[in-house]
């Protein structure tokens, strides 16, 4: 086990936008922590990673969008991983209609990297 | 105290200017540390929480990297060490009154002590006196930032 490894699993997409910023405020904490955060996108948390998506999500009427807290998390170093099944079930091609910046992984990955993790956190 | 663009900047202090933190050597050869006017006006001002990091006590933390966190309701940001040293205390005080940090940044609002690894040999890396207040207050310029 990595104890400066960290991660963030993501459920939570466009249907419920007052839980997608505080999942990436944390994620920026923990990078600005020296923690090496990884999010990992699956469910309807990869809705997010679509083109145009995040713009339109706002966790807080008259706030900012979640995409402005995804590039701060993004800026502070946290690397954004998907589950490649999630994107099957929302018909998402993940080759040109993600955002830059997203590594596609399977769901193998996840238990994998779980172990490395000291904290794994569910949104 | 020089006031720069309105932020209080003391001349006696040693700056990494690139992250806005000061450093102050100390009579038994330990470093305090904290964080400038210009960076808690970055901020945004009240801040929620200033934590040094628990786990990084007793550890050598490299010059540049994060010592602890400030966070308030709209920004979270590391607070990088000015100088490479072992974390040796937070400032306690911080954890009832974060706000300590902005509005007494160079006395109460001090937020960790190291003990410095090089001193000596760093310190040539930071900015201080009136030259370093120069090379600062260059810095705000090119940032467009004031405390105003």
Known sequence: MDDEKVMLIMTSGPDTPRRCATPFFFATL???????????????????????????????????????????ALDAGVKF???????????????????????????????QEAEDCETVLTF | MAKLNGCDLPEDLYY?????????????GTVRVGMTAVAGNLAGGNLAGVTVKRKSMGKE????????????????????APVTGVLLRGNDKLSSDPNLAVSDPYGEGWIAE??????????????TGLDGLAAYQTKLDADGVSCN
């Open chain 1, 81 to 111: 991983v998907a589950c490649t099944a999630s994107t099957e079930l929302h018909d998402i091609d993940p080759a040109t209609d993600l955002i830059d910046d997203v590594k596609m992984v399977g769901g193998a990955w996840m238990w």
């Open chain 2, 114 to 127: 190291l003990q410095p690894a090089d001193w000596d040999g760093e310190k040539d890396s930071l900015a």
């Open chain 2, 61 to 80: 933390i490299p010059q540049g990297k994060s010592m602890a966190t400030i966070e308030s309701s709209k920004f979270v940001g590391p607070v990088p």
């Open chain 1, 30 to 72: 923990g990078a600005a922590m020296e923690y090496d955060v990884t999010m990992f996108f699956t469910i309807d948390g990869t809705l997010l990673l679509k083109k145009g998506i995040a713009e339109t999500v706002y966790p807080k009427e008259g706030g900012k969008p979640v995409s402005e807290f995804m590039q701060d």
């Open chain 2, 16 to 28: 990494l200017i690139e992250k806005h933190v000061w450093a102050k050597p100390m009579d038994d």
